[in-house]
């Protein structure tokens, strides 16, 4: 089955220690993006990348760093987590940026920073 | 990106058809209309997507104004599984970055 598969679903963390989601597709896609979604706010870009080894700042990434060392695998990566940092993201990919046919989104991850 | 203006919510009797509207009077001529829903907190779900002409797929049909500037997506037989949040979105293809900015979108609660 095609799918975008984040992990994990739910992680609670204290301030400062480092931790990474994982993000990976199936699809052989070569665009992969990452956002957060935050009450009222909607969901926002955070970063995102075109292909192998490169990646670009969305809206709203300071805070956060990514990778993109093979094609189906696209990890956040929070150096030092802060409670702002408490929200709901997602992992998307599609066959390019500028996609015909729409993005395929991950479950999701739920992620509390005490 | 042209900005949207949708309901915040909106009820269908289960089985009937679930008609969402959709504003963008500022779309431009490059631009498309997309949708997507939310169900619960789980990833969004492309639904459809379309330039000028109405549009129709497995899952929903877009209707688009010959001006443009509005839009309505029709879920032909609505279920209690349709109960989600529904974003209209209108964004050109080339945008740099390739991000979707979602609204807040229409709550549909379809019942029985």
């Known amino acids: 089955e095609a799918q975008v598969t984040q992990n994990p679903r739910y992680l609670i963390t204290v301030t400062g220690k480092k931790l990474t989601v994982t993000c990976s597709q199936n699809?052989?896609?070569?665009?992969m993006s990452w956002y957060r979604q935050d009450p009222g706010l909607g969901l926002r870009q955070i970063y995102y990348s075109m292909n192998v080894e490169v990646t670009d700042k969305g809206d709203v990434p300071e805070g956060y760093k990514v990778s993109r060392k093979e094609k189906r695998n696209f990890p956040l990566i929070l150096e030092s987590p802060s409670p702002n940092q408490t929200s709901l993201y997602f992992c998307?990919?599609?066959?390019?940026?500028?996609?015909?046919?729409?993005?395929?989104f991950g479950s999701g991850t739920r992620l509390t920073v005490v | 990106d042209a900005k949207t203006t949708q309901p915040t919510s909106m009820d269908c009797a289960e089985g009937r058809a679930a008609n969402l509207p959709c504003n963008h009077s500022?779309?431009?001529?490059?631009?498309?209309v997309y949708w997507y829903r939310q169900i619960h907190s789980q990833g969004p779900q492309y639904i459809i997507h379309?330039?000028?002409n109405n549009e129709t797929n497995e899952m929903a049909s877009l209707i688009i104004t010959e001006d443009r500037k509005s839009s309505t997506l029709i879920l032909p037989h609505a279920t209690l599984r349709d109960t989600a949040v529904y974003y209209c979105i209108v964004r050109v293809i080339y945008n740099q970055g390739g991000k979707l900015i979602f609204g807040q979108g229409t709550e549909l609660s379809v019942k029985p």
């Open positions: 998307a990919s599609s066959s390019g940026q500028n996609t015909y046919y729409g993005y395929t």
């Open positions: 699809m052989n896609h070569e665009y």
């Open positions: 379309g330039l000028k």
């Open positions: 500022t779309i431009s001529g490059n631009e498309y």
